[in-house]
């Protein structure tokens, strides 16, 4: 090639307009740049800080992260970004408003909560002279193996656990706040492959928890296949992967249209298609009916302190990307989607409840509970009302509390084998151990939505929303489910204050500080919840007007 050639090339690229930097509003985004920088620092103290002196910094560096990135969500409300000043950031990747702060507050309180039941090292006898926690010695050990052996021989510790559920939290804050399609898919990936490690991280019953956690990989690589390939259709018909962009070609409000587009705006098969298969994806998540298979198995086989955090958070990030995905992008869809809807809302109530009963793992019997939950919650959902968002909100903040609580409390009874989740073993816990067999039956009562408790506030405003929205017949569904609900929670109860305790019967350790406080901080929130949820009824109220 000549001289002149090159030259004119060079000139040519030099006409052209510089690739403007993008624009980050980095304070906007300052919780989730906190939780993932701890989760990277993290990292960092896994490969440098000597293995006796870890699980104490990681202790502290998750919870102050924690801690601050709460802060930073608070700031932000208070300046007003979840009412006034709510807007879009990140370059149209994320929004900062109402729905989104609030979500991400819960996500974080419920974070730090489970971390201290992450941390609990009491529960079992020491091994060998060390501390033990749920969490298996040397998680690249085969189970039973001379390798294993050695591990908890040496006082080994899987202390990765803190970095993995930053990396989960860090993915569970963009999730509901994400504005567009990739962003969407990006951050479900980030916090789904973090919890597939630690559901096969268990100590005890380890090849039970891998099982689990194979499980939920191959089930959860399905949904994201799902959801990815209704993000491609619904690209293909709106030509954008942002959600105003999507909702605009939706509702037909495009002024210039780019011409390599005209033959499928007018697709209707792709938007359907596509919707279809991202609610797909959404409602895997959620554990709704029929996705929920995978719920049961992974609940039970998960070292219990995971459990609990997935229960509640997954449901809470999950949750706030459904309602932002049909209440922002797809309203204009709203005749098409409230059917399948409906039908989804109803027999996730009813299987839900109705499986429940038959359960004799106290593990899995709550695992059908929350998928009971998720019909509960979706009958809010459904009212496509102010009122439908914001009964949801603070349902899942109610609700999340008191499955981390339950689940902490499972923690305490043990007996040779580890934690003792057979329910014939809890028989006559009331007169063993009065006061956690009364925190229990608190749990248990607020899951059933006994009045006086968080969970009949959050059932009623969820109801009266669907009623109000005009989905009266899912309102009474609702409740007949919940009257079936109802009776194996009280059969929880009764077994354990009414039933003679065996002799052979577990034991109910004492925890130390750490999980004192999650069953507490559940306990807390379940009562003032239920006996005084204005301020936070108001508080759903104002967060429950999503940007566009």
Request: glycine fraction near 10%; aromatic fraction near 10%; charged fraction near 10%.
């Amino acid at each position: 090639m000549s001289a002149t050639a090159v030259h004119s090339l060079w000139t040519i690229a030099a006409e052209k307009p510089p690739i403007d930097a993008p624009h980050i509003e980095y304070s906007l985004i300052a919780p989730t740049l906190i939780v993932i920088g701890a989760a990277v620092l993290g990292i960092l103290v896994e490969a440098f800080v000597p293995r006796r002196s870890r699980y104490h910094a990681q202790l502290f560096l998750s919870v102050v992260a924690l801690v601050a990135a709460f802060a930073s969500v608070v700031a932000l409300a208070v300046q007003g970004h979840a009412t006034t000043e709510s807007g879009i950031a990140a370059m149209g990747a994320l929004a900062v408003d109402g729905p989104a702060l609030f979500l991400q507050g819960t996500i974080l309180l419920v974070g730090l909560v489970s971390v201290f039941t992450f941390a609990e090292r009491r529960l079992d006898p020491a091994a060998h002279g060390n501390k033990v926690d749920s969490f298996a010695a040397q998680a690249a050990s085969v189970p039973g193996g001379e390798s294993e052996q050695a591990a908890v021989k040496a006082g080994f510790t899987t202390t990765e656990v803190f970095p993995l559920v930053l990396f989960a939290i860090g993915g569970m804050l963009i999730f509901p706040a994400a504005n567009d399609l990739l962003t969407l898919f990006i951050a479900l990936e980030v916090f789904s492959l973090p919890l597939y490690l630690l559901c096969a991280l268990a100590r005890r019953k380890r090849l039970l928890s891998q099982e689990a956690a194979v499980k939920y990989f191959l089930l959860g690589a399905f949904s994201s296949a799902f959801l990815l390939f209704g993000i491609a259709l619904l690209y293909g018909y709106a030509g954008t992967a942002s959600y105003a962009g999507i909702a605009d070609v939706v509702d037909g409000a495009v002024e210039n249209v780019n011409p390599a587009l005209i033959g499928t705006m007018g697709n209707d098969a792709l938007l359907l298609l596509g919707s279809a298969l991202i609610l797909m994806g959404l409602l895997f998540k959620v554990g709704a009916v029929p996705f929920h298979m995978w719920t049961p198995d992974v609940y039970q086989g998960a070292p219990t302190p995971v459990t609990g955090f997935m229960a509640a958070a997954t449901k809470v990030a999950a949750f706030g990307a459904l309602l932002r995905l049909l209440y922002v992008v797809l309203p204009g869809l709203r005749w098409d989607w409230r059917p399948v809807m409906w039908g989804v809302a109803i027999v996730t109530m009813l299987l839900g409840a109705i499986v429940a009963i038959t359960q004799t793992d106290i593990k899995r019997l709550l695992a059908y509970s929350s998928i009971a939950h998720a019909g509960f919650i979706l009958a809010g959902v459904i009212a496509t009302t102010p009122d439908g968002i914001s009964s949801v909100l603070f349902y899942l903040l109610a609700y999340s509390f008191v499955t981390i609580g339950a689940f902490a409390v499972v923690t305490l009874v043990r007996d040779a084998g580890g934690e003792a989740s057979h329910l014939s073993k809890w028989a006559g816990l009331g007169r063993r151990s009065p006061l956690v067999a009364a925190v229990f039956a608190v749990f248990l009562l607020a899951f059933a939505g006994i009045p006086l408790t968080s969970g009949f506030a959050g059932k009623f405003a969820v109801f009266k929303a669907a009623a109000e929205g005009g989905a009266g017949a899912l309102v009474v569904v609702g409740v007949i489910s919940s009257a079936i609900a109802a009776f194996f929670y009280i059969r929880v109860i009764v077994l354990m204050f009414f039933s003679e305790p065996k002799p052979e019967g577990p034991t109910v350790a004492v925890p130390s500080p750490l999980t004192m406080t999650a069953i507490a901080f559940g306990v807390a929130v379940t009562v003032v919840l239920g006996v005084a949820p204005q301020y936070f009824l108001d508080l759903a109220g104002q967060a429950s007007v999503f940007v566009r």
